[in-house]
């Protein structure tokens, strides 16, 4: 539970020190909008599987 907690105290700390969330940012959107999205981006690379992981499904069958 500790490690938890410094962690989340860390981060408030580190949240201190940039914009606030509803600065402008890049592209038109919010400084909040900016990190939200960005950290869906790496959620969704880091579930990324590589090629070779995913099979390859078998070409249709050709119709007469």
Known sequence: ????????????ALGACGKADNAPGP???SVGEARALDEAAQMLDAERLPPAATPVPPPP???N
């Open 1 to 12: 539970m500790r490690p938890v907690l410094a962690w989340g105290l860390a981060a408030l």
């Open 27 to 29: 592209g038109g959107v």
């Open 61 to 63: 069958a050709a119709k």
